[in-house]
């Protein structure tokens, strides 16, 4: 069984930086894409940033070089590493792998940026 544990929220201050990190465990062989969605009380939940299990990236555009997505496939973690976060950016962030086609998701941490 596979499962992903998102860790590292909390609550900074505007222009702040937090990193999540996360962890999948499991009958995992290899995971494929791996990446990082958001919900905003009353939003849809959108994307964040991705990254193949070779290393390329995709970012939202609204993130305009503040985000970092990288991955440890020897460990099977994901990180995101957000800078100059802004209240806007308040979400629960959820992590996202395709493990053999099929796609799992964390249960989500919540980041809250105070202005």
């Known amino acids: 069984q596979v499962q992903l544990v998102e860790s590292g929220g909390g609550l900074v201050q505007a222009g702040g930086s937090l990193r999540l990190s996360c962890a999948a465990s499991g009958s995992i062989f290899s995971i494929n894409n791996m990446g990082w969605f958001r919900q905003a009380p009353g939003k849809q939940r959108e994307l964040v940033a991705t990254i193949t299990s070779g290393g390329s990236t995709n970012y939202a555009a609204y993130e305009k070089g503040r985000f970092t997505i990288s991955r440890d496939n020897a460990k099977k973690m994901a990180y995101l590493q957000m800078n100059s976060l802004k209240p806007e950016d308040t979400a629960v962030y959820y992590c996202?792998?395709?493990?053999?086609?099929?796609?799992?998701w964390g249960q989500g941490t919540q980041v809250t940026v105070s202005s």
């Open positions: 996202t792998a395709d493990i053999v086609a099929i796609y799992y």
